[in-house]
């Protein structure tokens, strides 16, 4: 089992940047490829970014290309989201999720095993 626990969201203005981070528990970690989510009041859950289990292959959203970077670090069990260029539409609760079978690039919430609580991003205009 996995357990993850996101940080570094906040309030930040249009244009800004954070940084957030995924730490997982459990020596596990680099079996599985992970994945970042937002979702914003009255939306569905959506895919923002991916990553293989090695950190060699990332996936991005369309809306974030250019804007967001995901990395790993399985050293130190944590998975991050970049996130720069920010905008009011990127206001969301981002998740962190872990998928034991996939390579990153699954953008369906259903096939990852393990979430965690999410961190609340919001960009004000």
């Known amino acids: 089992q996995v357990q993850l626990v996101e940080s570094g969201g906040g309030l930040v203005q249009a244009g800004g940047s954070l940084r957030l981070s995924c730490a997982a528990s459990g020596r596990t970690f680099s079996r599985y490829a992970m994945g970042w989510f937002r979702q914003a009041p009255g939306k569905e859950r959506e895919f923002v970014a991916g990553?293989?289990?090695?950190?060699?292959?990332?996936y991005d959203a369309d809306s974030v290309k250019g804007r967001f970077t995901i990395s790993r670090d399985n050293a130190r069990n944590t998975v991050y989201l970049q996130m720069n260029s920010l905008k009011p539409e990127d206001t969301a609760v981002f998740y962190c999720?872990?998928?034991?079978?996939?390579?990153?690039?699954?953008?369906?919430?259903?096939?990852?095993?393990?979430w965690g609580q999410g961190t609340q991003v919001t960009v004000s205009s």
């Open positions: 999720a872990a998928d034991l079978y996939g390579g990153g690039d699954n953008r369906n919430p259903d096939a990852y095993e393990y």
């Open positions: 990553i293989s289990r090695t950190g060699s292959n990332t």
